[in-house]
């Protein structure tokens, strides 16, 4: 091994604020976004390989397709003009699609590769939302035509909009819903006997529009269809579950309003969940600053395929997000040191989900040593297994509690209570919403205290700061010597535990260059002296905390 002088690159903690307003972005000289791409309207085929989307990476819309996992990414569509809002058919060897090709936006059928266009309707009105029956024998989609011609030209997103159904062959037209304001973006249950979609009613208070929008499913002939959204809030793009005994729709029904005018683009909407009555409502997603819309269930009913809008940057991609949890699979996981998955071999604790009998719509995580102990205890609701949202409980080592409170949609609510490791209260700390509202502390031996934010919360800290990581790093490390005849460089980024004395307990790479290298990184992390503890809530406590080293032999210029 050979102690060299080395460049040695510390990264303990890096807090990123980034603001996505072009203006605020120029003027500190961050980059900004000006192409504004759109991925958007994803589809997944019947057997759940492939997922249909439109784009505009082309300069407009066309339509592609790629594997689920997002790789080999195949444009079906070459030609000026506007083509979106793909739907599979239901034997995956046709789409179904919306194209300006003919000088206005009619519904066209293609096959699978993208040959054998066929356009369907020829109205001079814009048909919308294209969606096939389950037998492949109609279309279900949404029309401005019975809009008048001037209204049209006035605004085409304010006046009538319908559902009709259409044949293959373009005949056997038939008009679905005749309200005076909005159906649309319907789509057919699994079983063809209901139809989901979303109308406009009359708004509900001051600080709405003259409408807004719900969620209804209807039966036969649409004589009583069914909200089954129910709420203030715009509750939009609804789509069934392969059983047909759920529905995702998107919402902002969980965010602020205020008077002005709303846009879609201009408020926060997250994902839901509920049954096909409405019942059990649950929340999926949580995304601040952007909007979840588009939703599409896999065929196995395992994953939601959705676009998520940013809200400023005016740029939509397509997500995906795992529903199967919940207590259905994954019923054992292995988890290192710090709470991330691994193999059984390198675990240090084994998660299990249970069900939350006393709801009977939420699961738990119970978090295990090897040893079988328990070290925590999390309540999350059935379809969304990474939410935490009801009674949440923390143990130490040693058994006795750590802390115990409740979430309601992964914030913090109500009174928690924090423990010291001998089991005396160290905190009880108020929070509304996530946010913290009252605090009262305790010492060790019972007496109250008063303490700034400081005393009462601070991470861990290595005695003389990043400077003196630095210098340890570089007065210790010793270059493995091949690397260093090979003129080897890189990265390692060390993931580490400190306890609750600030000793190192557990250390692995995260991200590394190779074996040499990455051996040494641990070595010097390993035998680092002791850090400062952390510092939560009136305690020390162990925590985990990453280091990046940089290797660069001494005549590199890196």
Not at 483 to 510: I, M, N, W
């Given at each position: 091994?050979?102690?060299?002088?080395?460049?040695?690159?510390?990264?303990?903690?890096?807090?990123?604020?980034?603001?996505?307003?072009?203006?605020?972005?120029?003027?500190?000289?961050?980059?900004?976004?000006?192409?504004?791409?759109?991925?958007?309207?994803?589809?997944?085929?019947?057997?759940?390989?492939?997922?249909?989307?439109?784009?505009?990476?082309?300069?407009?819309?066309?339509?592609?397709?790629?594997?689920?996992?997002?790789?080999?990414?195949?444009?079906?569509?070459?030609?000026?003009?506007?083509?979106?809002?793909?739907?599979?058919?239901?034997?995956?060897?046709?789409?179904?699609?919306?194209?300006?090709?003919?000088?206005?936006?009619?519904?066209?059928?293609?096959?699978?590769?993208?040959?054998?266009?066929?356009?369907?309707?020829?109205?001079?009105?814009?048909?919308?939302?294209?969606?096939?029956?389950?037998?492949?024998?109609?279309?279900?989609?949404?029309?401005?035509?019975?809009?008048?011609?001037?209204?049209?030209?006035?605004?085409?997103?304010?006046?009538?909009?319908?559902?009709?159904?259409?044949?293959?062959?373009?005949?056997?037209?038939?008009?679905?819903?005749?309200?005076?304001?909005?159906?649309?973006?319907?789509?057919?249950?699994?079983?063809?006997?209901?139809?989901?979609?979303?109308?406009?009613?009359?708004?509900?208070?001051?600080?709405?529009?003259?409408?807004?929008?719900?969620?209804?499913?209807?039966?036969?002939?649409?004589?009583?269809?069914?909200?089954?959204?129910?709420?203030?809030?715009?509750?939009?793009?609804?789509?069934?579950?392969?059983?047909?005994?759920?529905?995702?729709?998107?919402?902002?029904?969980?965010?602020?309003?205020?008077?002005?005018?709303?846009?879609?683009?201009?408020?926060?909407?997250?994902?839901?969940?509920?049954?096909?009555?409405?019942?059990?409502?649950?929340?999926?997603?949580?995304?601040?600053?952007?909007?979840?819309?588009?939703?599409?269930?896999?065929?196995?009913?395992?994953?939601?395929?959705?676009?998520?809008?940013?809200?400023?940057?005016?740029?939509?991609?397509?997500?995906?997000?795992?529903?199967?949890?919940?207590?259905?699979?994954?019923?054992?996981?292995?988890?290192?040191?710090?709470?991330?998955?691994?193999?059984?071999?390198?675990a240090t604790y084994t998660r299990k989900r249970v069900p939350d009998s006393a709801s009977g719509k939420k699961f738990m995580k119970i978090l295990y040593t090897l040893q079988g102990q328990q070290r925590a205890s999390t309540t999350h609701f059935l379809f969304s297994p990474d939410v935490n949202d009801g009674l949440a409980q923390y143990w130490f080592n040693n058994?006795?509690?750590?802390?115990?409170?409740?979430?309601?949609?992964?914030?913090?609510?109500?009174?928690?209570?924090?423990?010291?490791?001998n089991g005396a209260l160290a905190a009880v700390v108020n929070y509304d919403n996530g946010a913290i509202v009252a605090t009262e502390y305790w010492d060790i031996s019972g007496n109250k205290v008063s303490l700034n934010e400081y005393e009462s919360h601070r991470p861990a800290a290595f005695p003389g700061g990043r400077a003196a990581v630095a210098r340890y790093l570089?007065?210790?490390?010793?270059?493995?010597?091949?690397?260093?005849?090979?003129?080897?460089?890189?990265?390692?980024?060390?993931?580490?535990?400190?306890?609750?004395?600030?000793?190192?307990?557990?250390?692995?790479?995260?991200?590394?260059?190779?074996?040499?290298?990455?051996?040494?990184?641990?070595?010097?992390?390993?035998?680092?002296?002791?850090?400062?503890?952390?510092?939560?809530?009136?305690?020390?406590?162990?925590?985990?905390?990453?280091?990046?080293?940089?290797?660069?032999?001494?005549?590199?210029?890196?």
């Amino acid at each position: 091994m050979n102690r060299c002088c080395l460049f040695v690159l510390l990264v303990i903690y890096v807090a990123t604020i980034v603001s996505h307003k072009a203006v605020a972005q120029a003027a500190a000289g961050l980059p900004v976004n000006l192409t504004k791409v759109t991925n958007a309207y994803p589809d997944w085929s019947p057997d759940g390989s492939k997922i249909a989307f439109q784009s505009n990476r082309t300069g407009h819309n066309d339509i592609f397709i790629m594997n689920a996992d997002g790789t080999n990414l195949v444009q079906l569509t070459h030609d000026r003009y506007d083509n979106k809002k793909p739907s599979w058919s239901p034997d995956g060897t046709r789409l179904t699609f919306i194209s300006d090709r003919s000088g206005n936006e009619d519904v066209y059928i293609m096959s699978e590769d993208g040959t054998e266009i066929t356009q369907l309707t020829t109205n001079e009105a814009p048909d919308e939302f294209p969606s096939w029956h389950p037998s492949g024998n109609n279309i279900i989609f949404s029309s401005f035509r019975n809009m008048d011609e001037m209204s049209r030209r006035r605004n085409i997103w304010n006046g009538n909009i319908e559902l009709y159904e259409i044949g293959l062959n373009g005949e056997n037209l038939k008009r679905l819903t005749n309200s005076p304001t909005w159906d649309i973006y319907g789509s057919y249950s699994p079983d063809g006997s209901s139809v989901l979609y979303y109308k406009t009613l009359p708004g509900v208070d001051s600080l709405r529009s003259a409408f807004n929008y719900e969620v209804f499913v209807a039966t036969g002939n649409f004589e009583n269809p069914v909200n089954i959204s129910s709420s203030p809030y715009d509750d939009v793009y609804p789509s069934w579950s392969p059983d047909g005994e759920w529905i995702v729709f998107s919402s902002n029904r969980d965010y602020t309003l205020n008077n002005e005018y709303h846009r879609y683009d201009e408020f926060n909407y997250d994902l839901y969940l509920c049954r096909k009555d409405g019942s059990d409502l649950q929340r999926i997603t949580y995304s601040p600053g952007y909007s979840d819309a588009r939703a599409k269930w896999s065929p196995d009913g395992s994953k939601i395929a959705f676009t998520r809008a940013d809200n400023d940057e005016q740029t939509m991609d397509i997500q995906i997000i795992d529903v199967s949890l919940g207590g259905k699979s994954k019923d054992m996981e292995y988890l290192d040191f710090s709470w991330q998955p691994t193999t059984e071999n390198d675990a240090t604790y084994t998660r299990k989900r249970v069900p939350d009998s006393a709801s009977g719509k939420k699961f738990m995580k119970i978090l295990y040593t090897l040893q079988g102990q328990q070290r925590a205890s999390t309540t999350h609701f059935l379809f969304s297994p990474d939410v935490n949202d009801g009674l949440a409980q923390y143990w130490f080592n040693n058994g006795n509690k750590q802390a115990s409170g409740r979430y309601k949609n992964h914030l913090k609510e109500g009174l928690w209570r924090y423990y010291h490791a001998n089991g005396a209260l160290a905190a009880v700390v108020n929070y509304d919403n996530g946010a913290i509202v009252a605090t009262e502390y305790w010492d060790i031996s019972g007496n109250k205290v008063s303490l700034n934010e400081y005393e009462s919360h601070r991470p861990a800290a290595f005695p003389g700061g990043r400077a003196a990581v630095a210098r340890y790093l570089r007065q210790n490390m010793e270059y493995p010597d091949k690397a260093l005849e090979e003129g080897v460089s890189g990265d390692v980024v060390v993931v580490f535990e400190l306890s609750d004395s600030g000793e190192v307990l557990q250390a692995k790479v995260r991200d590394g260059v190779r074996d040499d290298i990455n051996q040494e990184a641990l070595r010097l992390v390993k035998e680092m002296p002791k850090w400062e503890p952390a510092v939560r809530h009136n305690r020390l406590m162990p925590t985990v905390t990453a280091v990046r080293i940089r290797f660069r032999p001494p005549d590199s210029n890196g």
